[in-house]
């Protein structure tokens, strides 16, 4: 998966790494990223379990 990249001078977003006669700057990613939320079920998920655990 390609990023993509924003150019400091004009403020275009594209995935070359160039424009303007100048490099472009990979853009930040976004605040809540797939991999967080997979932590965050994963972290739930493992609680479910050891309430039931803790039932039996
Ligand atoms: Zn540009």
Redesign the pocket.
Known sequence: MKRIRR??????Y?LKTA??G?A?APVSPPKYSPEDKYAGYRRKAKEHIYQQRGML
């Open positions: 150019c400091m001078v004009c403020g275009a594209m424009c303007c100048a472009t």
